[in-house]
Nanobody, 125 residues
Framework: VQLVESGGGLVQAGGSLRLSCTVSGLTFDDLRWGWFRQAPGKEREGISCISRGGSSTLYADSVKGRFSISRDNAKNTLFLQMNSLKPEDTAMYYC???????????????????WGQGTQVTVSS
């Protein structure tokens, strides 16, 4: 199983980036997804999650109104559109997937059983 994030980079404050995450070795349609981030010296933070069909999404207050999570089941790809970026958004961003069907807290890292290696996002002021 492999999850691969892409799309990170250096951007000025107020700019946008779109992160992508693809998976191999799992059936994309069966997965629930989350995006997490971790800044140096800080704990990993759950910022967004999406249901299997994509109809249900949740956002942390820190990104609500600026970030948008989506999934394209036909392309087996998860996205995170990030707009109005701020320097405090600087972090390593991770996609995470779970194929369990019980209830869970989608902002908790231990809810997910598969993780990508991360993509760095740096926002300059």
């Amino acid at each position: 199983v492999q999850l691969v994030e892409s799309g990170g980079g250096l951007v000025q404050a107020g700019g946008s980036l779109r992160l992508s995450c693809t998976v191999s070795g799992l059936t994309f349609d069966d997965l629930r997804w989350g995006w997490f981030r971790q800044a140096p010296g800080k704990e990993r933070e759950g910022i967004s999650c999406i249901s299997r069909g994509g109809s249900s999404t949740l956002y942390a207050d820190s990104v609500k109104g600026r970030f948008s999570i989506s999934r394209d089941n036909a392309k087996n790809t998860l996205f995170l559109q990030m707009n109005s970026l701020k320097p405090e958004d600087t972090a390593m961003y991770y996609c995470a997937a779970r194929n369990y069907y019980n209830s869970y807290d989608c902002f908790v890292a231990s809810s997910y059983n598969y993780w990508g290696q991360g993509t760095q996002v740096t926002v300059s002021s």
